[in-house]
């Protein structure tokens, strides 16, 4: 990143209330990086501090999705062409239905769309854990989940938790103590997302979207154990590429 665009005159408290944990377990042993004191007239020459606050806020913003709890990050306050920045290329959402494996659900209430997989059962929003999961019949461990947290109305993009996507993964990862396998972004009818592909260390298997809109942010997980990531590869990106949180 060009440290010259990255100007934290001040820093900007995200309130991000996450339905993911009970509430209770808040940022449970997280340190939030401490502020650099400056003010407007001061130049800013310590690239250092700088660097050394922005992995401290990847650490924070993967303690977020990794504990999945309650609680405040600190993010530095991004110039507003950086934190809606967006990628120059559109890609088109993912509308397959595998031949019948797949069927579109929308729902009203959340203003989500996606494709899911057909005969799975639905699970309606369990408080602290997620918004909507589909679950497989025979392997429960098959299942994907949609949750969402409140942002402040100034943070319109994802882009807001970095722009550095590998460094933000890496960070994910470390909370799930699984290794990262790839990192991505895409930009889909005017929402910017990121990517996520982890294999965890528990045998799990997982495919992650972030995004935000409507004034939150929002995460889709697919998961399933790692014997079994061959056979559901290409749906599990199906359905991660047809997620679109509002209703077209």
């Given at each position: 990143m060009n440290?010259?665009?990255?100007?934290?005159?001040?820093?900007?408290?995200?309130?991000?209330?996450?339905?993911?944990?009970?509430?209770t377990q808040a940022f449970s042993g997280v340190t939030p990086p401490q502020t650099i004191s400056t003010t407007a007239?001061?130049?800013?020459?310590?690239?250092?501090?700088?660097t050394a606050t922005r992995r401290q806020t990847f650490a924070n913003v993967a303690s977020f999705f990794g504990n999945m709890a309650a609680s405040v990050i600190v993010l530095p306050q991004l110039k507003p062409d950086m934190a809606n920045a967006m990628p120059s290329d559109e890609t088109p959402k993912i509308t397959t239905r595998m031949g019948g494996l797949l069927e579109r659900y929308q729902d009203v209430n959340f203003g989500l769309s996606l494709v899911v997989p057909s005969?799975?059962?639905?699970?309606?929003?369990?408080?602290?854990?997620?918004?909507?999961?589909?679950?497989?019949?025979?392997?429960?461990?098959?299942?994907?989940?949609?949750?969402?947290?409140p942002v402040r109305s100034?943070?319109?993009?994802?882009?807001?938790?970095?722009?550095?996507?590998?460094?933000l993964g890496g960070s994910l990862a470390e909370r799930r103590n699984a290794k990262l396998i790839s990192a991505s972004e895409r930009f889909t009818d005017g929402i910017l997302y990121y990517e996520f592909n982890f294999a965890i260390k528990d045998g799990t298997h997982q495919l992650l979207?972030?995004?935000?809109?409507?004034?939150k942010v929002w995460s889709l997980d697919a998961n399933c154990k790692e014997n079994r990531y061959s056979k559901r590869e290409e749906m599990y990106k199906n359905i991660i590429g047809s997620f679109a949180p509002k209703l077209n």
């Amino acid at each position: 990143m060009n440290l010259s665009l990255f100007i934290p005159i001040a820093l900007t408290t995200i309130f991000l209330v996450s339905t993911h944990a009970p509430f209770t377990q808040a940022f449970s042993g997280v340190t939030p990086p401490q502020t650099i004191s400056t003010t407007a007239t001061e130049p800013i020459d310590q690239a250092t501090s700088i660097t050394a606050t922005r992995r401290q806020t990847f650490a924070n913003v993967a303690s977020f999705f990794g504990n999945m709890a309650a609680s405040v990050i600190v993010l530095p306050q991004l110039k507003p062409d950086m934190a809606n920045a967006m990628p120059s290329d559109e890609t088109p959402k993912i509308t397959t239905r595998m031949g019948g494996l797949l069927e579109r659900y929308q729902d009203v209430n959340f203003g989500l769309s996606l494709v899911v997989p057909s005969g799975w059962n639905k699970f309606e929003g369990e408080v602290g854990a997620y918004n909507i999961k589909w679950q497989d019949l025979v392997t429960p461990e098959e299942n994907i989940k949609i949750s969402s947290s409140p942002v402040r109305s100034n943070t319109t993009s994802i882009a807001a938790l970095g722009e550095d996507v590998q460094a933000l993964g890496g960070s994910l990862a470390e909370r799930r103590n699984a290794k990262l396998i790839s990192a991505s972004e895409r930009f889909t009818d005017g929402i910017l997302y990121y990517e996520f592909n982890f294999a965890i260390k528990d045998g799990t298997h997982q495919l992650l979207s972030l995004s935000v809109n409507k004034g939150k942010v929002w995460s889709l997980d697919a998961n399933c154990k790692e014997n079994r990531y061959s056979k559901r590869e290409e749906m599990y990106k199906n359905i991660i590429g047809s997620f679109a949180p509002k209703l077209n």
